[in-house]
């Protein structure tokens, strides 16, 4: 009995010892484990960073060994975006912002956004800053003496109700732009990597040592491939006489504060969306972010005498007021409407619009005495510039009618034209040429050509009239064909 007693307490000794060990082992197991586990995320984050960061010219791979390019997908195969779930969240808001200045070419912009991130030294924030400092220092500089504007007035929605076979149908036809071109037309820049900029990116005024200020011409730095231009849109004004002929109404927010328009069918039905460029631009950049540098857009160009975006907040619209027009409908919430304006004016300039004087009444500088043009000036002021959030610094000419001929404006010139525009503010001038770019530098004013992309002009292309326009976009494919045919100027 002893002996086996003996061995029972020998194998229970035994026992104990193998089970220490195998506690002890399983301790080393867990450790190793551990540390495969954390560097295998370590180097999990700069794979993921790299995915979520990387632009056209940097890629990550998937599990195959085939490349995914950011932001989309490539030979089937899933995006790298929706790798970056892991990321954790405080972070991920501050890449998204990152990532957005960066796509529209603000990488100063994003990496200061990194550097104040509440975990600067995180790695997805370090290889971030990395990656936007690499493509910084890539930055081409462009030609600031190359770049084209371009130009469209309220587009058509309907095109049987607008471009009729009247005298003001086929005057809308030779100035008017279609959606479906106008969509066109910004797929073909796009694609062809044109980049929208506005006119204070290209010059701006700039105190000197003497204390005095001048023109100076600044350097844009775009990726290689990419090409500025400046687009404007005339008459955003939504005019009386225009109202149940095929456009849109007014500018709107809607329930979700977006910009949008309004329009009313040919049986009274009134809708609100994407009706003029404004809210379809909108909706293409929020689509291509890197269609917009710095997120500028359009330069939206107002005259005065119907009011503006589509109210009539002018004073001849005023039936308390002594300037009150009886020929207008009175308008009895005027003030209502003057304050819904200044709201959407800020709007506007929030999602990256600037604005233009474009005269009160759509006069020609060219033709008119300098004291017309004195009143008229005074007028849009008044009814106009009192709206906008800034003071207003370009003047889009009405029929592109320059106030000279090409040479340079100076003091005491242009009939005292110049001198007088100057005075109350205008530093930006834009005509119309049929150029690619006609720009013109002074030491107190920067100089335009804008191309008219209308009905006449791709018209023109189109008919292989003349080839203005294939520089920019394929007119086969831009031309609306359900246009009334032969386009004429009217």
């Known amino acids: 009995m002893m002996e086996q007693k003996d061995v029972r307490e020998e194998n229970k000794s035994i026992n104990n010892h193998y089970k220490s060990r195998g506690r002890k082992k399983k301790g080393f197991n867990f450790y190793i484990l551990a540390v495969i586990v954390l560097l295998g995320l370590i180097l999990a984050g700069g794979r993921f960073a790299l995915m979520y960061f990387g632009n056209k010219t940097a890629y990550a791979t998937d599990k195959d060994g085939n490349p995914i390019k950011f932001g989309g997908k490539s030979s089937d195969k899933e995006s790298a975006v929706e790798e970056t779930d892991n990321i954790p969240e405080e972070i991920k808001e501050t890449l998204d912002t990152a990532k957005k200045q960066a796509m529209q070419y603000d990488y100063d912009a994003a990496i200061a956004t990194l550097n104040e991130a509440s975990i600067p030294d995180s790695p997805y924030i370090v ?18 003496d190359d770049i084209t504007h371009v130009f469209f007035h309220t587009l058509v929605v309907d095109v049987k109700r607008a471009l009729t076979d009247t005298h ?18 910004i797929k073909q820049l796009y694609e062809r990597g044109y980049v929208m900029v ?12 003497d204390g005095s200020f001048k023109m100076v011409k600044k350097q844009i730095m775009l990726p290689e491939g990419k090409i500025p231009f400046v687009m404007s849109q005339d008459d955003v004004n939504y005019y009386v006489y225009m109202e149940n002929h095929g456009f849109a109404d007014r500018i709107v927010l809607d329930e979700n504060g977006k910009l949008k328009t309004r329009y009313t069918d040919a049986q009274g039905n009134v ?10 631009l909108d909706e293409f950049v929020e689509e291509h972010p890197d269609f917009s540098y710095h997120g500028h857009k359009a330069i939206i160009a107002l005259t005065g005498y119907d009011g503006v975006l589509g109210y009539r907040t002018d004073e001849t619209f005023d039936p308390n007021s002594p300037a009150f027009d009886s020929k207008n409908a009175p308008n009895h919430n005027i003030e209502e409407d003057i304050e819904r304006v200044r709201t959407l004016t800020s709007a506007l300039k929030q999602a990256g619009y600037e604005f233009a004087s474009h005269s009160w009444g759509h006069i020609s500088f060219k033709s008119r005495s300098l004291e017309d043009i004195q009143r008229d000036t005074d007028k849009w002021i008044r009814n106009v510039g009192h709206l906008l959030p800034e003071p207003c610094d370009t003047l889009i000419y009405p029929f592109g009618a320059d106030i000279g001929d090409w040479n340079p404006y100076q003091a005491g010139h242009q009939e005292g034209k110049f001198d007088y525009l100057e005075s109350v503010g205008f530093r930006y001038f834009c005509n119309v040429d049929s150029k690619r770019a006609w720009m013109q530098y002074g030491d107190n004013y920067l100089r335009q050509g804008r191309r008219n992309l209308d009905g006449y002009r791709l018209f023109e292309s189109y008919s292989e009239r003349a080839d203005r326009l294939s520089d ?19």
């Open 168 to 185: 003001q149908g086929r005057q809308w036809n030779s100035v008017m732009t279609t959606i479906p071109e106008f969509k066109e037309i």
């Open 198 to 209: 506005h006119l204070h990116d290209i010059a701006g005024m700039e105190e000197q040592d």
């Open 127 to 144: 290889s971030a800053i990395k990656e936007y400092e690499e493509i910084k220092a890539n930055l081409i500089p462009v030609n600031m």
């Open 472 to 490: 920019i976009i394929d007119v086969k494919k831009v031309f609306d064909t359900d246009r009334p045919t032969p386009v004429d100027w009217e």
């Open 271 to 280: 809708s609100v969306g994407n009706y003029d460029l404004i809210p379809i």
